[in-house]
């Protein structure tokens, strides 16, 4: 697979910043994109992380062309030298990642008996500490009618906590479940992220800044706005939440498509890096990268500003 750097129409400033909300964080969408060239171009879902001292995109390749859903899988690229390192994970996708220790641990849902995401087998953790040599093993399976998806993990102070996404009662919604040694997992029952409206919360990623975890996630259109949108909430306990009230924090403009999606975040050198999905939802999407001008930590604490009156929301279910 050849992955290039495009040049896209998206270098700009959240119109809010530029005079509709003052107070808003800036973020700047770079002009680049990371595009799958040769091949049907569904690479939405991506981690980078930083893993033995390398800048590296855990990423999928995911097939949309009918009767070849099974010939998608996971690779590894080299940010910085835009080269593939490793192909692993046939009839895998909605990847995530995250380092711990020695080890880079890659979850994505397994679809590999079926070739249909739709019937999936859940979700497989794969670990390896040289990026040759892949473990294997099942860490979340779908009970009853789940359907699951995306995913994302982070590290708190008691061990791992993992929001995947599932399509009931809400589609879309997440759920969370939590584990001491990423390997085996425990759901937390009774707890669906579902927004203020038990609604449409799709492709979460999750990340836990003493006290607070916070969620940035797929909202649906609003009226007013371009397309799907990231919505950015957080969390002391996974059940009570408050939404920013700089919601959305972006959406697609101009070369974007009708989505600005399925988001990641690293801190690299000083600076926070969002990696997010554009395209239009069905046929074609991109890798993009917007850059908030600070730490991970100080990012998402900007979007609370002290002082400020948050909307309220539960994350508690009556769930069969």
């Given at each position: 697979?050849?992955?290039?750097?495009v040049?896209?129409?998206?270098?700009?400033?959240?119109r809010?910043?530029?005079?509709?909300?003052?107070?808003?964080?800036?973020?700047?969408?770079?002009p680049?994109?990371?595009?799958?060239?040769?091949?049907?171009?569904?690479?939405?879902?991506?981690?980078?992380?930083?893993?033995?001292?390398?800048?590296?995109?855990?990423?999928?390749?995911?097939s949309?062309?009918?009767?070849?859903?099974?010939?998608?899988?996971?690779?590894?690229?080299?940010?910085?030298?835009?080269?593939?390192?490793?192909r692993?994970?046939?009839?895998?996708?909605?990847?995530?990642?995250?380092?711990?220790?020695?080890?880079?641990?890659?979850f994505?849902?397994?679809?590999?008996?079926?070739?249909k995401?739709?019937?999936s087998?859940?979700?497989?953790?794969?670990?390896?500490?040289?990026?040759k040599?892949?473990?294997?093993?099942?860490?979340?399976?779908?009970?009853?009618?789940?359907?699951?998806?995306?995913?994302?993990v982070?590290?708190?102070?008691?061990?791992?906590v993992?929001?995947?996404?599932?399509?009931?009662?809400?589609?879309?919604?997440?759920?969370?479940?939590?584990?001491?040694?990423?390997s085996?997992?425990?759901k937390?029952?009774?707890?669906?992220?579902?927004?203020?409206?038990?609604?449409?919360s799709?492709?979460?990623?999750?990340?836990?800044?003493?006290?607070?975890?916070?969620?940035?996630?797929?909202h649906?259109?609003?009226?007013?706005?371009?397309?799907?949108?990231?919505?950015?909430?957080?969390?002391?306990d996974?059940?009570?939440?408050?939404?920013?009230?700089?919601?959305?924090i972006?959406?697609?403009?101009?070369?974007?498509?009708?989505?600005?999606?399925?988001?990641?975040?690293?801190?690299?050198?000083?600076?926070?890096?969002?990696?997010?999905?554009?395209?239009?939802?069905?046929?074609?999407?991109?890798?993009?990268?917007?850059?908030?001008?600070?730490?991970?930590k100080?990012?998402?604490?900007?979007?609370?500003?002290?002082?400020?009156?948050?909307?309220?929301?539960?994350?508690?279910?009556?769930?069969k």
């Amino acid at each position: 697979m050849k992955i290039v750097l495009v040049f896209i129409v998206c270098f700009m400033i959240s119109r809010d910043v530029q005079g509709e909300n003052p107070g808003k964080p800036l973020l700047i969408k770079l002009p680049v994109a990371f595009s799958c060239v040769g091949r049907d171009p569904i690479i939405v879902e991506n981690t980078p992380v930083i893993f033995n001292g390398q800048l590296l995109m855990v990423a999928n390749l995911r097939s949309s062309v009918k009767g070849k859903e099974g010939e998608s899988y996971l690779y590894v690229d080299d940010i910085l030298k835009g080269q593939e390192i490793t192909r692993f994970g046939t009839g895998h996708a909605f990847v995530s990642a995250i380092v711990d220790g020695p080890n880079l641990n890659v979850f994505a849902l397994d679809f590999s008996n079926s070739g249909k995401v739709w019937e999936s087998n859940g979700i497989d953790r794969f670990v390896t500490a040289d990026l040759k040599t892949w473990k294997q093993e099942k860490a979340i399976l779908p009970e009853g009618e789940k359907k699951l998806f995306n995913n994302s993990v982070c590290k708190d102070e008691t061990g791992f906590v993992m929001a995947y996404e599932s399509n009931l009662p809400v589609q879309w919604c997440f759920r969370f479940a939590r584990s001491k040694d990423l390997s085996k997992w425990e759901k937390l029952p009774g707890l669906v992220f579902s927004g203020e409206h038990n609604e449409f919360s799709a492709c979460p990623v999750i990340r836990y800044i003493k006290p607070y975890y916070y969620v940035i996630y797929t909202h649906d259109r609003m009226k007013g706005h371009n397309g799907w949108l990231p919505f950015l909430a957080r969390s002391k306990d996974l059940e009570n939440w408050e939404h920013t009230p700089f919601n959305p924090i972006m959406e697609a403009t101009k070369g974007e498509g009708i989505n600005n999606s399925d988001f990641d975040i690293l801190e690299y050198e000083g600076r926070t890096y969002l990696y997010y999905g554009d395209g239009d939802q069905a046929t074609w999407g991109n890798i993009c990268v917007a850059m908030y001008d600070g730490p991970m930590k100080k990012f998402f604490e900007s979007y609370f500003p002290e002082g400020e009156t948050f909307i309220s929301f539960s994350a508690k279910r009556l769930i069969k």
